[in-house]
C-alpha cells in the first residue's frame, strides 16, 4: 500500500460538493447543518481513500478473515 | 444492599451456590434498586419482573435440588434493546420498533440462559445504536455525557443493577459508555460472539462486548458466549475456546505483562489530565515489573478512521434503505444525517475502506507479535460535560475496525470533577486471553476499588 500525500483543500471542496450534488438529487433540497458536517467529514475521507494506492492483489477484507463463502455455508 | 449492588459475576454466582443468598432474594433487591433509581437515571427502556422473578424460583428450585450449575445460575443480567429477546419488547430505541416483540432470543440470549442468567430487562440503547443521545443520566453527573450506544448496559453496571449487562460495539458503543461510567467494557475478538438477533448497525464492524466490574467477570462472559453460530458471517469456525477462564486462573504467578504504549497523534489528543494520569500509571505499572515500550502504529493507522467513516455509513444506510425511504421522519437528527451521507458515498470508497482495514489488521497483528497488549487512556478525559454528544469515537474506532479484541478497566476518580477515568489495553486479533491476562495484572496493580457513583 502506498500512501500520498493529504488533500488540498480545493479537491476537498470538490469531492464534498460532488456529494452534497449527489446528496440533494437522492434526498432532495432539505438540508441540516447535521447532513452538511457528515458530507464535509464524509469528503475528506472519500478523497483520502480514493488516493490510496493498493495492489490488485490486495483484495477487500469484508469479515477480517480468509475464508470464502463456501466454506461458511459448512 | 450496597455490598450486593457491588458484587461481581463470580461473587454473585458462588452466594448463590453456597445457599448464602437466594435467587429470588437477589433478583428481588435488584428490582427494587432500579425502582428507587431508574426514574431519574433511565438506565432500563423494558423490566420484565414476572419473568425475571418466575426464573429466579426455578433457579432456586434448581439449587434446592442439587443440579449441576451453569456459570451464570441466577446472575442477573442487563442485555441492550438492540437484541432480540423472546416475549420482551425489544424497541432497537426507535419508535419504528416500539411495539416489536420477538418470538425467539437472539443467539447470545439463549446462551446467557442456558448458562443459567436472568434476564432482568432491555437497557436503554442509543436510536439504532447510532450517534442521537439518549435519554439515560450518568450516574456519576448527570450534567455530564454517559456515552452511547450500549449507554443503558453502562449505567446499569454503574449503578449496581446487576453484575454483567449486554452491549454492542461498531465504534466505541461498549469501551466508551464503559469508561464514562466507571465499569469495565470487554470488546472481544470480532467474530467470536454471534450477532444472530442483534439489529445491525454495521455488518462488517459490529460486535458484541460487555460490562462487568471485573476482567476476570469478562473471561466469564466470553467462557459462556462465545461459540461459532453459522448463521452469523462473521464466524470462523476452530477460533472459539471454553477456557478463558480457567487460562486466566492458571497463569503463573510470575507473569508480568508485556505492553506497547501508544503515543503521537493519541497522546496529543488525550486531556491534560488524562496525559498526567496515564504517565503515573505506567510508571506505576513500570515499578511492578512490566515492560513498556513505546509502540508505533503502523502508516496504515493514518487513514483508519476514514475507512470506519465510509464502512459505517455506506452499511448502516443499506440497513435502513427502505424503512428510512418510508419514515424518514421517525429517525432522529444524527442517524438520518448518517444514513443520507452513507447512500452517496460511492462503491469505490467503500472497496477501499475494506482493502485499507484489512491492511491495517495486518500491521497491527505484526508489531504487536513481541507484546501482550497495548495500553492508552480509555477516553479521550472523563465524561465531556455535554449532553448533545455521546463523545468521541476516536480511541476506539481504529481497533473495532481491525476487529482486535479491546478492555478498558476503571482506574480512579478525577480530582478535578470526579469523575471515572481509565485505562484500555488492546489485545492481538484472536489473542482474547492474552489481553485479559494482561488485562487483569494492571486491574490487580492499580487495586482501584469501584465505589457506588453519586448519583448527582
Redesign the interface.
Known sequence: ?E?PGDLTSEERQEIFER?QR??VE??GSER?A??A???R??A???G???R?R?SRD????????E?NMDQ??? | MTELALASVTHTAQLIRSRALTVEQLVTTAFQRIEEQDEHLQAWETLDAEGALRQARQADSAVARGETLGPLHGVPVGVKDIIATAGIRTSMGSPIYRDNNPTLDAGLVSRLKGAGAIVLGKTVTTEFAMGDPARTKNPWNSAHTPGGSSVGSAVAVASGHCPVAIGTQTAGSVNRPAAYNGVTGFKPTYGLVSRRGVFPVSWTLDTVGWMTRTVTDAAVLLDVLSGYDRYDAAGVPGTHSEGYVRALTNTDPAYVPKLGIISGDIERTASTEMQAHMFELIEYLRQGGTWVELFDLPISYIHIRDAELAIHAVEAAEVHRRTFAERPGDYGTKSRARIETGAVIPGTSYVQAQRLRRQFRHDMDEGMASLDALIMPAAVGPAPKDLSTTGSTAFYSPWTTAGLPTITVPTALSVRNGMPLGAMLIGKGHDDIGLLRAARWVEERVAYSPTLPPFI
Open positions: 500500500m500512501l456529494l449527489d446528496s437522492k434526498w441540516t447535521c447532513i458536517e457528515n458530507l467529514d464524509a475528506l475521507s472519500v483520502r481513500l480514493e490510496l493498493f490486495d483484495a477487500p477484507g469484508f469479515y477480517l478473515h475464508m461458511r455455508r459448512d
